[in-house]
């Protein structure tokens, strides 16, 4: 079965970290852009980082550079979401989506680039 696998949400305080997970089954990730994506609670969803195939090039959203940084291991078919410095209004459900080309957009909320999505995975940061 092809899909993702978003693992790693939680509840944090202020100021704590996370490592959000996206496991691939039923292909490889190796020739696809990954894209983070993150719903609050009565907002739009929201484009956040998204890396290149071979990782090599990554963006971010204002809303979170210098503060989170996606990677990807291809070996272990997975690609990674780590927060630090985590904020309240960083709470959401975060999802992992595959884009059907090799490279991100510089727009990376462009969600129809996105054809295979996970379920999410809630972040709740709260003291």
């Known amino acids: 079965q092809v899909q993702v696998v978003e693992s790693g949400g939680g509840l944090v305080q202020p100021g704590g970290s996370l490592r959000l997970s996206c496991a691939a089954s039923?292909?490889?990730?190796?020739?696809?852009?990954i894209g983070w994506f993150r719903q609050a609670p009565g907002k739009e969803r929201e484009g956040i980082s998204c890396?290149?195939?071979?990782?090599?090039?990554?963006n971010y959203a204002d809303s979170v550079k210098g503060r989170f940084t996606i990677s990807r291991d291809n070996g272990k078919n997975t690609v990674y979401l780590q927060m630090n410095s985590l904020k309240p209004e960083d709470t959401a459900v975060y999802y992992c989506?595959?884009?059907?080309?090799?490279?991100?957009?510089?727009?990376?909320?462009?969600?129809?680039?996105?054809?295979?999505w996970g379920q999410g995975t809630q972040v709740t940061v709260s003291s």
């Open positions: 989506a595959v884009k059907g080309s090799e490279y991100c957009s510089d727009d990376i909320s462009r969600e129809r680039e996105f054809g295979l």
């Open positions: 039923g292909f490889t990730l190796d020739y696809y852009a």
């Open positions: 890396s290149n195939s071979g990782g090599g090039s990554t």
